[in-house]
């Protein structure tokens, strides 16, 4: 036999130790599966020093054992390793990482660190156990790397450069698993709820309609002023209202997969759902589970969701089609029941599909310009003259006829286009108001109304200051009309406020439809207003019905109780007029004296009537502007 000089020896384990170095390197590198790289280290470091048998573990969030690699132990043996408590007497290993440093063992049968545990190891011939911590490179322990033997003894010089520079590699590939697996749960998982995200939800509903046949539900699950919440209390409180909305879908859907696809959307898919009661079903109980009422920071938020949803098969048959349907069915349960669930049906989106093209449409004109301020005079009806003009928003379309504001009123539910609307509105007004007092017309007053949009924005009073001053116009002059949605669409501290700040500065405010809404008649003392304006509904019935003509008769005679002023709608006969007069109403507006005009045609009339009465065309103190 062959002796090989030491130094011969040390030099060839010293290649080996290099070309193993290189490979693992390479493998992690090339984003090979770490089990396999570390699997791969042991076989070969079990090559390079016969008589070691290598097993790398590490540690999961709770601090228990994991055995990531151990080849040539047995199965029994590394399941009985993972989930041990790292400790101060764990064997070799969950010593070793409780305590940061190597520990060697050199006879398990005696060592008081395997108290409990030899019983594992010596039925297998393992007799000692050498075990080195794993660091990454801030110093945290994150495994361990061990050679057993199966005589009772230590390591050898060559094992511990191979020790040194195993426990460098699984450094490597350990950390830089963490890092692929942290990137992957950013990629695919929302950090806030801890579901998966809008990545996992899109691969999903594609593997789904991938496989026939075609057995899922899917919902869309909005939460309901989440803005609202954050604008008033925090996005600490939003965040915390998004979390527990996740939490409380997770604990309703059970086996069914929740994700979270944007800011404050989810969207839910149930595998073997085909029918609609089931899903009915489901969502009735998530918006029971989430309507509990969250406490955050001592203040109470009632979370409240609205839902649509669509059944695979009946309702698409790709993911593009059923996301798209279900959106049909949220934005509909939105705007018609909010807080509720709505099915998808066909009708929807022939209807939906409408409201996006008309919403479509008016941003085109706003772009462009096309939207329109016309103005019907508002009336004194005890002398006929001429007192003010209410605005009204027109929208030029691109072959040149003018739609009424009822062609577009649905654009009017996106708040954007609204508080767009506006804008132009009291632009246009403005500019109209100094031409016609640079051409010596006195109108009294001109008025607008806005939307709920405008009162959320929080900028009203300025817009409409910023608008007056730029024409050198009194706010004395102008009228803000606001209807009952107003009050049931924003917050009631907001609008009073906002109410407040525009009397503060001369300007007046009009309840405009009085009587058609939801709103109680507390709210004219929660929102005090200068002006009363009856719906056209009751004008056109009052002089036909005994029931409406004592609801006018009691709403004028509430106003002048209240000191307020009042102005009727859709004035169409001279014995409506004469009514009107007679019970006390002294302003009204409608097509007995003239529709609504272009704000040339209007400045005519004006000045062709001059301080004469009108006859069947005019007014009000107060011109008052509609973007409805």
């Known amino acids: 036999m062959v002796s090989i000089p030491p130094g011969q020896q040390a030099a060839g384990s010293t290649e080996r130790l290099q070309s193993l170095q290189n490979e693992i390197l390479e493998a992690i590198a090339y984003g090979e599966p770490l089990v396999s790289i570390v699997e791969r280290l042991c076989h070969s470091v079990e090559a390079i020093s016969p008589g070691v048998i290598c097993s790398v573990v590490t540690v999961d969030a709770e601090q228990r054992l994991v055995a990531l690699a151990a080849p040539s132990l047995p199965a029994h043996y590394t399941a009985a390793v993972t989930g041990l408590p790292v400790g101060p007497r764990v064997g070799s290993c ?13 006879d398990i049968a005696t060592d008081p660190l395997w108290v409990g545990f030899e019983q594992i190891a010596l039925p297998i011939g393992l007799r000692a156990c050498w075990s ?32 040194a520079t195993c426990v460098h590699l699984c450094a490597i590939a350990i950390e830089h698993e963490e890092v692929r697996s942290r990137s992957h749960r950013l990629a695919y998982w929302d950090t806030l709820t801890g579901l998966p995200n809008r990545v996992s939800f899109n691969e999903a509903i594609m593997r789904m309609t991938a496989e026939p046949p075609l057995q899922f539900g899917l919902m869309l699950i909005d939460i309901d002023h989440l803005k609202a919440i954050n604008d008033t209390m925090g996005h600490a409180a939003g965040d915390a209202l998004i979390a527990t909305v996740g939490a409380r879908l997770q604990a309703v859907i ?33 918006l029971a589970a989430v309507a509990v009422p969250l ?68 941003d085109r004109a706003l ?28 929208m030029r379309m691109p072959d040149g006829r003018i739609a009424s504001a009822g062609e577009f009123q649905e654009a009017m539910a996106d708040p954007k286009i609204a508080y767009r609307i506006t804008g132009q509105m009291l632009g246009a007004m403005a500019a109209d108001m100094a031409a016609w007092a640079r051409a010596g017309l006195d109108i009294n007053h001109i008025g607008l109304n806005v939307t709920s949009a405008d009162f959320k924005k929080g900028d009203l009073v300025q817009r409409v200051l910023r608008a007056l001053d730029r024409v050198q116009v009194a706010p ?8 009952e949605q107003v009050f049931m669409g924003g917050r009631k501290d ?121 006859t069947q065309a005019q007014a009000l103190p107060a011109l008052t502007a509609s973007a409805a």
Request: with cysteine; hydrophobic share 40%.
């Open 94 to 106: 969950g010593t070793s990482i409780y305590r940061g440093e190597p520990v060697c063992v050199t």
């Open 254 to 286: 059970g086996d069914a997969t929740a994700c979270r696809i944007g800011g404050d959307e989810f969207a839910v898919l149930l595998p073997g759902c085909d029918q609609a009661s089931r899903i009915r079903s489901l969502a009735c109980a998530i």
């Open 295 to 362: 406490d955050h920071e001592g203040h109470a938020i009632v979370p409240s969701v609205t839902i649509g949803a669509v059944l695979a098969g009946e309702d698409g048959d790709d993911g593009v089609t059923l996301r798209q349907n279900a959106d049909f069915a949220l934005y509909h349960a939105k705007e018609t029941r909010r807080g509720g669930y709505v099915r998808f049906s066909n009708g929807l989106r022939t209807s939906m599909t409408r409201r996006l093209q008309n919403r479509r449409d008016v």
């Open 132 to 163: 080195s911590p794993i660091r990454a490179r801030n110093g945290r322990v994150i495994g361990s790397f061990a050679f057993y033997y199966r005589q009772v003894r230590g390591p050898d010089e060559l094992e511990q450069r191979i020790v």
């Open 494 to 614: 907001g609008v009073a406020r906002t109410i407040e700040q525009l009397r503060s500065h001369g300007i007046a405010v009009a309840l405009d439809d009085f009587g058609t809404g939801f709103a109680s008649l507390t709210h004219l003392l929660e929102f005090p207003v200068d002006i009363i304006k009856i719906d056209r509904s009751f004008v056109a019935a009052a002089t036909t019905g005994s029931r409406s003509s004592a609801i006018v008769e009691a709403m004028v005679n509430l106003a002048d109780r209240l000191g307020m002023r009042v102005i009727a709608e859709g004035i169409e006969t001279a014995d409506q007029a004469e009514w009107l007069k007679a019970i006390g109403c002294h302003r009204g507006q409608g097509y007995l004296y003239s529709q609504a005009l272009p704000a040339g045609m209007m400045g005519e009339l004006l000045q062709r009537l001059g301080r004469r009465p009108a």
């Open 476 to 483: 004395e002059r102008f009228v803000i009309e606001i209807t």
């Open 367 to 394: 772009t462009e310009g096309r939207i329109l301020a016309y103005y019907q005079p508002v009336i004194s009806l005890e002398t006929g003259a001429v007192t003010g003009v209410e605005a009204l928003a027109r």
